[in-house]
């Protein structure tokens, strides 16, 4: 089967552990502070997958891959994402963004799995005991060695340089992106001034109005996105399985959002170097917003890296950047997503709904969505925005939207039970809905709270009854308990009005 669960990869790790060298196992040990021989021997094995090419460690596993039951000493939260990083940053060089998930499998222990991304255009290095720095590989067993032949320095070195060629190619990409872009915009602006002059000759002065927001541009762009997305999941080379039933049904529920960074007049604005732009942004969003991923994510894999795309809409021509692919060699985690940056500061993800997936993995027999992964969605949007919007000069304004579809017959989950306990059992009637919210970038960042609200409630409201008033629901201190509790699940989250 090419579309592969969580669980099902560690299914197929388990039953190859002695083929993979990209596949790591380690017993449920210390990873704190006090003990620093083993905070080396996992930065060692991490730094030997990252120059291997990426892969997984897998923390509850002995060496001949059994999974084993999880000692008390050791709580989950032991495990979580800050708590790998905070003595990663210190071993690893150049610094390795990890993402830790934690896997249910099929004994019903939950095991914390380290997915590490491939190294950059330079191997990654990382300290021993003592604190000297080596490079490590993988070699057959598998196992973490220090790199020490020739043959092993060509491989690495070629990887490397592949990277290189990926980098210089972006570079070039943006170069030409920028240069049409200020061509366009300096073109644009000439025939501008030409037509404002012979109408200012010839005709009688009238009151300026400001032009409204271009809607009509903003959803050929989000449909755009949308369809290349629906297209993506019907590419993917279905099996029987109900994964396999479920990852079809996407095509037909899932959310398009975005927004669109305007000038004080309501006009679209220029992207400089949007590689740069995006990849700034996607750091910050690790900071504030990350759940093991996040909205406008920017991969280092050569394969998926973002690239410069142009496209035809409507038949007009938009350039911009394209995130990952969705393709049959993705392992489903419980969402799919794709996504693009306009030139002209359009940003449009789609991605589906988490919810679904956990509905097939907890057996749950009713369609639902729940306010903590709404609020999870929409602070994605929200902070991607604000992150975005003071990096873009000339950026008054911020046109938010989201579009939902497949919502007929839907209730309301609350809390992280995923659907078990419920705000309302109400139904959905309709099965698409969609807002259009627009801020000031004054209002954004100095009332980001607020604008969270603004953009959660009338999608809440779907539910909105005598038992669930959203409006009610939605107060800080209900929004910082959702909050708390995404932490102790390994989480990097935080409100851009919240202290550090």
Not at 369 to 395: D, K, Q, Y
Request: charge should be negative; include cysteine; aromatic fraction near 10%.
């Amino acid at each position: 089967m090419s579309v592969l669960t969580d669980v099902q990869q560690m299914e197929e790790d388990l039953r190859h552990r002695s083929e993979k060298l990209n596949v790591e196992f380690k017993a449920w040990m210390d990873v704190s502070k006090a003990n620093r021989d083993g905070q080396a021997k996992i930065a060692r094995h991490i730094a030997a997958i990252a120059n291997h090419g990426g892969g997984r460690l897998y923390f509850g596993v002995d060496d001949d891959g059994n999974p084993e039951p999880r000692p008390g000493a050791f709580p989950l939260e032991h495990y979580r994402s800050d708590a790998i990083h905070n003595f990663l940053k210190t071993r690893l060089e150049p610094p390795l963004q990890c993402e830790v998930r934690f896997t249910e499998f099929t004994n019903g222990v939950i095991y914390p799995v380290v997915h590490i991304p491939p190294h950059g255009v330079t191997p990654v290095g990382a300290k021993d005991e003592n604190s000297f720095m080596h490079v490590y590989v993988r070699s057959v067993g598998p196992e973490s060695v220090k790199i020490s032949s020739y043959q092993q320095w060509e491989t690495i070195l070629k990887r490397c340089m592949r990277f290189r060629d990926v980098e210089a190619v972006q570079t070039r990409e943006e170069d030409d992106l920028t240069r049409t872009q200020a061509m366009t915009k300096a073109i644009t602006e000439s025939v501008t001034a030409s037509v404002l002059r012979i109408l200012a000759e010839n005709m009688s002065p009238a009151p300026a109005a400001r032009p409204g927001v271009d809607w009509t541009t903003i959803d050929a762009l989000t449909e755009s996105a949308r369809r290349e997305f629906i297209a993506q999941i019907h590419a993917l080379d279905f099996g029987t399985t109900e994964t396999d039933q479920q990852v079809q049904e996407i095509a037909g529920k899932h959310v398009s959002a975005g927004y669109a960074l305007l000038d004080a007049d309501n006009n679209f604005l220029t992207l400089e170097r949007p590689h740069k732009l995006l990849r700034e942004a996607s750091e910050e969003m690790g900071k504030v917003a990350s759940f093991g991923w996040h909205d406008f994510i920017v991969l280092t894999n050569s394969d998926v890296s973002p690239r410069t795309r142009l496209w035809s809409i409507d038949n007009k021509d938009h350039n911009g950047v394209e995130g990952m692919r969705v393709n049959s060699r993705t392992v489903y985690f419980g969402e799919y997503d794709y996504w693009r940056a306009y030139g002209n500061s359009v940003f449009v993800t789609t991605k589906s709904y988490r919810e679904d997936y956990h509905r097939l993995r907890f057996g749950i027999d009713h369609p639902f969505l729940t306010s903590v992964n709404i609020f999870i969605r929409m602070h994605c949007l929200l902070a991607h925005a604000a992150i975005t919007s003071v990096r873009v000069p000339g950026a008054e304004k911020v046109a938010l939207f989201t579009d939902h579809r497949g919502l007929k017959d839907r209730i309301l989950g609350r809390g992280m039970d995923y659907g078990l306990r419920m705000h309302t059992h109400l139904k959905v009637v309709e099965d698409r809905y969609f807002t259009r919210l627009v801020v000031s970038r004054a209002d954004l960042l100095e009332d980001y709270f607020g604008t969270l609200k603004r953009l959660c409630v009338p999608i809440l409201e779907i539910w909105g009854g005598s038992n669930f008033d959203p409006e009610e629901w939605f107060t800080r201190e209900n929004v910082e308990q959702i909050i708390s509790g995404l932490r102790k699940e390994g989480s990097t989250v935080r409100l851009l009005d919240q202290d550090v």
